[in-house]
């Protein structure tokens, strides 16, 4: 198509989703610098997208009507359910939606059979839903834009030595089969020489009970209090980016934090539990190891995760024994 004066992006949900559109924004831009590129989320995602080069204009779900005579040229509704597709503007030349593919994810949970053919990470997979359009690679990941401030502030929040290297612990997730065992997690980082490490606990408030327990655990076996952090729900989606992208190392889940590390380029060790590949959200053109246990014929139970194990054993994860020497 000709170089289109305003395009609007729609990902209303959730942290990783949005953070992996990234590439998409940057992709867009290369491909038309002179348009305005528009992007509408929920309102809690939006700090996510601050400071963005790319993005002309935020636009949040509830402050946004699509009924208004809004002129946009083309629309690339990466979300594509029954919300987004109620946002799209009315006057509009061209709209794009993701395609989910929805039937392999079913099969592969359901039956076990597994049609993906190939690994195709979900950035690839959105610029797959616009290929008309031929956007640029860059071959670069996503990203985040952090200020000279937020930066300064999350040394201060560390304050750790200057010998001392950063392990952020993403150890949280909506769903309990993307969790890693607080214990296990608690044994793993008592290995840690406090010498060289300090440790740093992030995720959100309704994580926190795990969190506490993860602390009370290291600090148990001998860990020094001050050379672990516990941040679990004290603070923003900004300020944990800015801790991630101080950190020397991030052990985490398959979790929104994860995606927001990999917009800094950090070394991931990645544990999967329900998770599986297939379904596109490993780290995007970062570095990352990834412990999972391939020979559990019940993975995956879900695409998104459950409240509990189906089979009631929880091998996935209790059967994971974490590497220092990934780490190292």
């Given amino acids: 198509m000709n170089q289109p004066k305003r395009i609007l992006v729609i990902r209303l949900s959730a942290i990783g989703d949005i953070v992996l559109t990234t590439p998409i924004l940057r992709w867009l831009k290369m491909k038309y610098p002179k348009s305005e590129i528009e992007y509408l989320t929920k309102p809690e995602h939006q700090p996510l997208l601050r400071h963005n080069p790319h993005i002309s204009r935020i636009h949040q779900l509830g402050s946004f009507n699509s009924n208004l005579e809004l002129p946009f040229d083309l629309v690339i509704d990466l979300q594509n359910n029954h919300l987004s597709r109620s946002h799209t503007p009315r006057v509009v030349r061209e709209v794009y939606r993701y395609q989910k593919e929805n039937w392999k994810k079913f099969l592969l949970v359901w039956v076990k059979w597994n049609f993906y053919r190939e690994i195709l990470p979900v950035p690839e997979r959105y610029k797959k ?56 997690y608690a044994a793993f980082l008592s290995q840690f020489n406090p010498i060289d490490w300090k440790v740093i606990l992030l995720g959100s408030e309704t994580d926190s009970i795990n969190g506490k327990l993860i602390r009370e655990g290291v600090i148990s076996n001998g860990f020094p209090a001050e050379s672990l952090i516990d941040f679990s729900g004290k603070l923003s989606l900004r300020e944990t980016a800015a801790l991630l992208s101080l950190s020397h190392h991030v052990l985490t889940g398959d979790t929104g934090l994860m995606h927001i590390a990999t917009a800094f380029q950090k070394d991931c060790t990645v544990i999967f539990g329900s998770s599986v590949k297939e379904f596109g959200f490993l780290p995007y053109r970062s570095p990352f190891n990834l412990i999972e246990n391939p020979s559990l014929t019940c993975r995956p139970c879900s695409h998104i995760g459950r409240a509990s194990c189906p089979k009631g054993h929880f091998k996935c994860m209790n059967d994971l024994e974490l590497d220092f020497k990934l780490i190292n």
């Fill in 129 to 184: 839903s616009v290929e008309v359009l031929q956007l640029p690679d860059d071959g670069r990941g996503c990203e985040i834009v952090l200020t000279s401030d937020e930066i300064k502030t999350a040394q201060e929040m560390i304050s750790s030595t200057t010998n001392q290297k950063i392990l952020a612990v993403c150890y949280g997730a909506k769903h309990f089969t993307k969790r890693y065992p607080p214990e296990k």
